[in-house]
């Protein structure tokens, strides 16, 4: 098992941190905390370069060759992976930067920040948000430190991958489709149930699951990856269980007509065909 992978699990903690620190100064100077959103898919590219970065300080054949001498039938798999945690994370954290713009706080940290009551609120949403988005960042993230240090992958590696990408099309195309929707004035009040929304109410945080399902399978690609498995058991739970899914959907259900219809007919998570209704 590579000791370098733990050491690095510090510095990796850092690295998460100081990036929710980044968050909170720009969600300091918009007065919105929702902007951590936008910093959390591009954390993880940085908690992963960073990983990388130990990984070839500590590395034995730290020259120009380090960066291909892990690889299956002659391909490099660090810029694979590389390439594809890029794709997943810079996309999320742009598309939120656009959605979040000119919009008011989230109601979900307006709900966290009641908790500061009479207490130093500064303190309060560095704790329990951009702290714990940090820490939750690093743990979620720790297939991918992992495979910063991995030595050679097998062909689980292309299984992941392609659910990697089966997931951030399910993310990307979803959502277009309710920007779309939500742009269009005729639709205000009500409920998206077109394209892949009408295979599921969450194509967003479908994919967001695949995608984390995805990097833990290309981390069982190499040897001891199983370790990483509590990775995307804790992803697939908050969102399916905790700040997901049913936060999202019990607001819709009081704020769009028709949603609880459409919780009767569509798939709440895994997309299939909608019931038919009588």
């Not at 959605?99 to 008011?104: P, V, W």
């Not at 030595?151 to 099309?169: C, E, M, P, Q």
Request: aromatic letters at 16%; a positive charge; one cysteine or more.
């Amino acid at each position: 098992m590579n000791s370098h992978f733990f050491s690095n699990l510090p510095l990796a903690l850092l690295t998460a941190w100081a990036w929710a620190f980044c968050a909170f100064l720009v969600g300091r100077a918009v007065k919105r905390h929702a902007t951590i959103d936008i910093f959390w898919g591009s954390g993880f590219l940085w908690i992963y370069l960073e990983s990388l970065w130990f990984s070839h300080s500590q590395s034995s054949s730290s020259g120009a060759n380090w960066w291909f001498n892990s690889s299956l039938n002659g391909h490099s798999i660090r810029w694979i992976i590389l390439g594809a945690v890029a794709l997943w994370s810079l996309r999320l954290s742009i598309h939120l930067a656009i959605r979040q713009k000119g919009s008011a706080e989230d109601s979900r940290y307006v709900w966290i920040m009641r908790g500061a009551r009479d207490g130093n609120k500064t303190l309060y949403a560095l704790r329990k948000i951009y702290g714990l988005q940090g820490l939750l960042m690093w743990f979620v993230s720790l297939p991918l430190q992992w495979m910063a240090f991995a030595t050679s992958f097998n062909f689980l590696v292309w299984v992941g991958l392609a659910i990697v990408l089966i997931g951030v099309y399910f993310e990307a195309i979803g959502d277009e489709q309710l920007r779309r929707f939500v742009a269009n004035p005729a639709n205000s009040g009500t409920t998206m149930n077109t394209g892949l929304w009408r295979y599921t109410r969450h194509p967003n945080y479908f994919g967001d699951a695949c995608v984390w399902v995805g990097f833990f399978i290309c981390a069982l690609s190499t040897k001891y990856g199983f370790i990483t498995i509590l990775s995307p058991t804790l992803m697939v739970w908050l969102l399916t269980s905790l700040s997901g899914k049913p936060m999202l959907e019990k607001k819709l259900s009081k704020t769009r007509e028709g949603y609880n219809e459409y919780i009767a007919a569509t798939s709440s998570f895994f997309p299939r065909p909608p019931k038919k209704l009588s």
